[in-house]
T-cell receptor, first 113, second 116 residues
Framework: EAQVTQNPRYLITVTGKKLTVTCSQN?????MSWYRQDPGLGLRQIYY???????DKGDVPEGYKVSRKEKRNFPLILESPSPNQTSLYFC????????????FGPGTRLLVL | AQSVAQPEDQVNVAEGNPLTVKCTYS??????LFWYVQYPNRGLQFLLK??????LVKGSYGFEAEFNKSQTSFHLKKPSALVSDSALYFC??????????????FGAGTRLFVKA
């Protein structure tokens, strides 16, 4: 089954404790992206990657890091989480081409205390 | 700055009535336009998109959207609403490569409530 998976689905952590949210897709997609969803703000793009070793900032990259060492994986790293990073996070992937449909993972709900 | 506006936080319609969820955008060039739907505790699912050609685009579950270049709008419509259409709807825009690379800009979302 074609899918985007994220782990963990739920995470409670404390300020300053490094964490990684994994994202994996099995569709051989070149493009992958991370978004955060906050009430009243919709989805905002954090980082995206157009292929292995190619990443770029979205609209809200501060406090986040990403890497793309393999085509299927695109982890999101919070090196020193803060309460304002409490949010619902989505990973998405698509084929190359700005017109391509993005496929979304189920989401990771993060609470930073 | 590039932006997408969904002017209504919530739209309420009765089952069987037509529905419209509005979206306008401010993006340079010729962007690609998308509608996604989010059901409770789920990720986003693709509904439809406009790339080029016919201004009326048909998508999943009986939804359609009308692209209006002069008004920079891409409103989502359905002739007859179902209770099961109740969900959160997002309009999204991707600028063409020359003006925005592969960034995606989402609207804030519109919650559709269909009453039986």
């Amino acid at each position: 089954e074609a899918q985007v998976t994220q782990n963990p689905r739920y995470l409670i952590t404390v300020t300053g404790k490094k964490l990684t949210v994994t994202c994996s897709q099995n569709m051989n997609h070149e493009y992958m992206s991370w978004y955060r969803q906050d009430p009243g703000l919709g989805l905002r793009q954090i980082y995206y990657s157009m292929n292995v070793e190619v990443t770029d900032k979205g609209d809200v990259p501060e406090g986040y890091k990403v890497s793309r060492k393999e085509k299927r994986n695109f982890p999101l790293i919070l090196e020193s989480p803060s309460p304002n990073q409490t949010s619902l996070y989505f990973c998405a992937s698509s084929s190359q081409g700005a017109w391509e449909t993005q496929y979304f993972g189920p989401g990771t709900r993060l609470l930073v205390l | 700055a590039q932006s997408v506006a969904q002017p209504e936080d919530q739209v309420n319609v009765a089952e069987g009535n037509p529905l419209t969820v509005k979206c306008t955008y401010s993006v340079s060039g010729n962007p690609y336009l998308f509608w996604y739907v989010q059901y409770p505790n789920r990720g986003l699912q693709f509904l439809l998109k406009y790339i080029t050609g016919d201004n009326l685009v048909k998508g999943s579950y009986g939804f359609e959207a009308e692209f209006n270049k002069s008004q920079t709008s891409f409103h989502l419509k359905k002739p007859s609403a179902l209770v099961s259409d109740s969900a959160l709807y997002f309009c999204a825009v991707r600028p063409d490569i020359g003006t925005g690379g592969f960034k995606t800009i989402f609207g804030a979302g519109t919650r559709l409530f269909v009453k039986a």
